[in-house]
């Protein structure tokens, strides 16, 4: 296949999965869930486990957000090195975050069996390389910090990793036990259509337009003029919740991704294994499991949908001009080149907590290169939230830290 197209690759090999009705009527519940991507699915699972009514409404179609473009790496590893994450948190908050991380992927895992999910959960394990010589020493020290902390992780040279994986230039990594990769469009589709036989009710071209807050229960307006009463509200509206928040709490960025065509033969030494590097900003690798190369990277600052759009062709060229230096040898056809957004935080860490402007709201914001990560945990903190008990997280990802 020689198309290319702006449209995220994952739309286009699902299609449109299920589709939901809109909002015709007003209605009650226990729980809203505000935003249907890969997290609002998360919480709307654990809100139905916990035996909460619940409502899940989103504005487009449900995933058609940042979990369509997603290159859906599960990592515990976190943007911001545990080792500097240790020296801006502490050992505490930054050994938890990047064990809350590696616990994720596990639940993950359980839910896809749970679900009996087609979105090809796949474990893998991780290599995060040196794309410099100077980065040697500091990618060490990163490992020494990961081996104390007991993750599971063994140093590769140079030459381990041309043995193992054909890549060349790299100057030595970290290789971890623990990773996997998915298709969180299909996962989210899947989890919603699971729950919607357990009582969740789905509602997409459906907007919140405003909110009236109470003591103890708040009234959701949407565009069309229904109301929804709610005892609490869970925002998982992603990087649209920059328009809802006052303060600056994240910086929007455009990332971009380009996947191969179909080509099991020459990429099964990459199958097993995620790959991200030392670059700033870093490029991110995997395989798809209908056998494709998927890279992305060259991040920058957002501005407007049609200037990232624009970058697409260039953008492209860097990103392919990375993998020639790592792989000089293999040959790369481009079947799909698409932009998302995604936010990033100084810390690396989410916006997972309440916050003081929204009564009977909580918030689960999982940005950065482990927003599906983060969003897990999610789960367990809204629970939490909802039965009023302490999250051990919660310090540590919540707003105004
Ligand atoms: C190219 C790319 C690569 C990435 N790679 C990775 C990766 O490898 N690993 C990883 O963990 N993460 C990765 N991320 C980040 C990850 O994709 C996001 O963290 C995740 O998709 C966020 O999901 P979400 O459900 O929170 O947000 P979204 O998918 O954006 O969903 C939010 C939803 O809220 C809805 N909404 C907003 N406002 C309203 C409203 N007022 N009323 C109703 N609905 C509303 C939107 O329509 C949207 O559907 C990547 C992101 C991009 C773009």
Known sequence: MDLKSNEPFWLIKNGLINSYPS????????????????????????????????????????????TSATTSMLQYEIDVPLYELIGQIGKEGAVASYKACAKSIEDLGNICSEINSNAGFTEK???????????????????DARVEANFKVKWLEAADIEEMFDMKNTFGGILSEEGASVDA??????????????????????EMKSVKYFKDHNIVTTTAGQKIKAQKLIYCIGY????????????????????????????????????????????????????????????EDFRNPEKRDKMLDKKEQEILKTLKKIKPDYDFYTDFTWAGTFGETRDGLPY???H???????????????????????MEMASAFMKNKKHLLTEFFRFGR
Request: glycine share 10%.
């Open 23 to 66: 909002l015709k009527t007003d209605e009650e519940c226990e729980v809203l869930i505000i935003g249907g991507g890969i997290t609002g699915s998360l919480l709307a699972h654990q809100m139905v486990k916990d035996g909460y009514k619940t409502i899940l409404i989103d504005r487009r179609e449900i995933c058609n957000g940042s």
């Open 125 to 143: 394990t991780s290599l995060y390389f040196a794309s410099k010589k100077k980065d040697v020493e500091w990618l060490k020290k990163e490992f």
């Open 185 to 206: 469009f299909c996962l989210a589709h899947d989890i919603l259509d699971f729950n919607t036989g357990k009582g969740l009710q789905v509602f997409d071209k459906t």
């Open 240 to 299: 649209e919740s920059q328009n809802l928040i006052k303060e600056d709490f994240v910086e929007l960025k455009s990332t971009f991704a380009v996947v191969s065509e179909i080509d099991t033969d020459h990429i099964e030494n990459l199958s097993k294994t995620l790959f991200w590097n030392t670059d700033e900003p870093y490029i991110y690798m995997r395989t798809t499991d209908d056998g494709r190369l998927l890279i992305g990277g060259g991040d």
């Open 352 to 354: 997972i907590g309440e």
């Open 356 to 378: 003081k402007d929204f009564a009977n709201s909580y918030f689960v914001l999982g940005f950065g290169g482990n927003g599906i990560t983060f969003s897990v945990t999610g």
